[in-house]
């Protein structure tokens, strides 16, 4: 089953889908009231993120991850304090634990 990405006017969804028409279908059920902007078919079947592109950098590529997942659970979701949290935890800089705790949100923690 192909794999699409379909944009809407707040999200972008990664989804299978027998065709496109699936994939709009889709879309409208679990955002109805947000306006589909684009969909296309993906050319392979996995979706990958680079952790460079995220600004996650690390000889252990699962540590940001795990530390993340903690902050969070930690924080009970509260985006900022799960910042503040990995801030004190690995020392990073207040850029880089925003693209890590906002880069782990959407995995769950």
């Known amino acids: 089953m192909?794999?699409?990405e379909i944009e809407t006017e707040a999200h972008i969804m990664i989804s299978w889908a027998?065709?496109?028409e699936q994939a709009e279908f889709l879309a409208s059920k679990y955002y109805p009231?947000?306006?589909v902007l684009r969909i296309t078919r993906r050319p392979r079947d996995?979706?990958?993120v680079s952790k460079a592109a995220l600004g996650i950098r690390s000889k252990d590529a699962t540590a940001p991850c795990d530390v993340a997942r903690d902050c969070l659970a930690?924080?009970?979701g509260d985006k900022l304090h799960a910042?503040?949290?990995y801030m004190l935890e690995t020392g990073s800089?207040?850029?880089s634990a925003r693209k890590v705790i906002e880069a782990t949100m959407p995995t769950g923690w």
């Open 93 to 95: 800089d207040l850029d």
């Open 33 to 35: 009231e947000e306006r």
């Open 18 to 20: 027998t065709c496109l």
């Open 46 to 48: 996995m979706w990958v």
């Open 74 to 76: 930690r924080a009970a």
């Open 2 to 4: 192909p794999l699409f």
């Open 83 to 85: 910042i503040r949290l």
